[in-house]
T-cell receptor
Framework: GQQLNQSPQSMFIQEGEDVSMNCTSSSIFNTWLWYKQDPGEGPVLLIALYKAGELTSNGRLTAQFGITRKDSFLNISASIPSDVGIYFCAGQRWGGGSNYKLTFGKGTLLTVNP | NAGVTQTPKFQVLKTGQSMTLQCAQDMNHEYMSWYRQDPGMGLRLIHYSVGAGITDQGEVPNGYNVSRSTTEDFPLRLLSAAPSQTSVYFC????????????FGPGTRLTVT
């Protein structure tokens, strides 16, 4: 199936540092999404991106939809301990029998040391 | 609204046993789906449904059955459990197929011995 390459796999940072993670694909997506999963819970949507080149912020989070439609990145500024969790990118494709299914990256495990 | 609910939270099965993982949503969402999450593999789509009476296979459907007799419920059946099905299972729903905001349940942690 379609693969999303998400990197890095894990990050260990100090509180207050900025974080950057990204996803790349060999195919085009119409929508890029970023989710966060807290330990023992289901993923929660953080940011949705709809247009190539779009830059969107949600508090300390900023995400961009790559101009080629094949990549996206997520930045977290001034990290705090509650940012700990697994961050997933997801791509959604329209039409062509895709039925709008989401394809997920393998996740980035973020650990923040106080 | 309770959102997306899943039962049970934890389950241990012996190889060859069958069971049903329950999923329900009270948001009148048309689109529901099941994922499994394994370490280092992310979330993989098992089956999905675009509305009552309509289901289709995802990326990893083998060994699982689904049905969608009502808008609210989307159970996942393991026909004959295998150790390879040890995983965390998430049910999710969204308003419609083209909607982007997908709501996940809390998950069911299944161990097959």
């Amino acid at each position: 199936g379609q693969q999303l390459n998400q990197s890095p796999q894990s990050m260990f940072i100090q509180e207050g540092e900025d974080v950057s993670m990204n996803c790349t694909s060999s195919s085009i997506f119409n929508t890029w999404l970023w989710y966060k999963q807290d330990p023992g819970e289901g993923p929660v949507l953080l940011i949705a991106l709809y247009k190539a080149g779009e830059l969107t912020s949600n508090g300390r989070l900023t995400a961009q939809f790559g101009i080629t439609r094949k990549d996206s990145f997520l930045n977290i500024s001034a990290s705090i301990p509650s940012d700990v969790g697994i961050y997933f990118c997801a791509g959604q494709r329209w039409g062509g029998g895709s039925n709008y299914k989401l394809t997920f990256g393998k996740g980035t495990l973020l650990t923040v040391n106080p | 609204n309770a959102g997306v609910t899943q039962t049970p939270k934890f389950q241990v099965l012996k190889t060859g046993q069958s069971m049903t993982l329950q999923c329900a949503q009270d948001m009148n969402h048309e689109y529901m789906s099941w994922y499994r999450q394994d370490p280092g593999m992310g979330l993989r789509l098992i089956h999905y449904s675009v509305g009552a009476g309509i289901t289709d296979q995802g990326e990893v459907p083998n060994g699982y059955n689904v049905s969608r007799s009502t808008t609210e419920d989307f159970p996942l059946r393991l026909l004959s459990a295998a150790p390879s099905q040890t995983s965390v299972y998430f049910c999710a729903s969204k308003l419609g197929a083209s909607s982007y905001e997908q709501y996940f349940g809390p998950g069911t942690r299944l161990t097959v011995t």
